[in-house]
């Protein structure tokens, strides 16, 4: 089972009851935004009960809004953020894209009660993920907190009131129960038709790790010498800190050639015990135990990130599993470990 191990060991929730549910609904509705950034806009203005027709004179709510928007990204605060996210390239052609849309224009025009700039806040930064995650490279990696920021100091600069329901980077008060009543809770697995047709952006942002898996594991050995060739020319002691693939690589290099220099073998997000039970890894056959020589292994794993696999299942007494959340959804999840503060926690405290 991706993200778990193959079904021999499940991890447990990082948090419980009402808590989680929250978590994961705010999870499941950022996934839904960044595949159709306008959703929340659009079932907002759809329930509004407010008319659309203004008193002569009167000028839409929403137009002090959508006249100071393009100027967002003058504020170097929000610039920061939006660095630090790897959006900022797409922020300012997202924020033109959603205000010329009818959707936007609609809730800028007559805004549902107890709404006001988170919307369109959320609504930029999901279509910046947008684009970016649709062009070739990976995913930006950052995590819900980071995002969370961006879109609080967005709402923040934004002329009006930011809302009287959800935190600005969340969906868990009045305005998500209304858009549940709206959609229902199969919305939230479904969402939109735009959703459906932009799936495969989100989803493609992934292909790139599952190709390079499928080349390293016919031609690897150049890559296992770079590291070995790294790992020698370093002063002891060494840490191994692998991503993804790199974990593959770390640990079939590790089994395969003994390097006492290396004391700790840290892997983030990777699918070296899932290959390993396929009898896929390289350097080691199914059922057989890791060499003594091969050092701890700290595997680090979000449950939403769906190439992460947890090992102290597979190879029992030599495993430790660390789980994160990065509050975002899959492919997201698989960048997002390297904004996510609580990996520098574990690394503090581990390394030697």
């Given amino acids: ?24 609904e705010d999870v499941e509705f ?22 659309t027709e203004l008193a002569p004179g009167a000028r839409p709510p929403g137009e002090a809004l959508a006249a100071a928007a393009p100027a967002l990204v003058a504020d170097d605060r929000l610039r920061g953020l939006l660095d630090a996210a790897g959006i900022a390239e797409d922020f300012a052609a997202a924020v033109a894209a959603v205000l010329t849309t009818d959707d936007c224009r609609r809730f800028l025009r007559a805004p549902a009660e107890g709404t006001g700039t988170a919307e369109p806040a959320r609504a930029f930064v999901a279509e910046a993920v947008r684009r970016r995650t649709g062009r070739p490279g990976p995913a930006p990696a950052f995590d819900g907190t980071a995002r969370d920021a961006a879109v609080v100091r967005i709402a923040d600069l934004l002329p009006g009131p930011s ?28 969402a939109s038709a735009q959703a459906v047709r932009r799936r495969s952006a989100l989803t493609d942002a992934a292909h790139p790790a599952a190709g390079d898996v499928l080349l390293y594991l016919a031609r690897g050995g150049p890559v296992r010498e770079a590291v070995a060739q790294a ?44 290959l390993y039970e396929l009898g896929a890894l390289p350097s080691l056959e199914p059922g057989s135990p890791l060499p003594a020589h091969v050092p701890p292994w700290l595997n680090v794993y979000d449950r939403r990130d769906l190439l992460s696999y947890l090992g102290a299942g597979v190879f029992p007494g030599r495993v430790r599993d660390i789980a994160l959340d990065s509050r975002q959804p899959f492919p997201l999840s698989h960048s997002a470990y390297w904004s996510n503060p609580g990996l520098y926690r574990v690394l503090a405290e581990e390394l030697p």
């Fill in 163 to 190: 809302g009287t329901g959800d935190e600005p980077g969340t969906h868990r008060g009045p305005v998500t129960r209304r858009i549940k009543r709206l959609t229902g809770r199969l919305a939230l697995g479904l």
């Fill in 1 to 24: 089972m991706p993200g778990y191990g193959t079904g021999r060991e499940l991890p447990r929730a990082g948090a419980s009851g009402a808590l989680e549910q929250d978590l994961d």
């Fill in 30 to 51: 950022w996934g839904l935004l960044y595949l159709d950034p306008l959703l929340e806009l659009r079932l907002l203005t759809r329930e509004s009960t407010a008319g």
């Fill in 231 to 274: 790992v020698l020319a370093a002063e002891p002691p060494v840490v191994l800190l692998a991503h993804s693939l790199g974990g593959i690589a770390a640990l079939d290099l590790l089994v395969l050639r003994p390097l006492p220099q290396v004391e700790l073998l840290v892997t983030v997000g990777s699918q070296a015990p899932f």
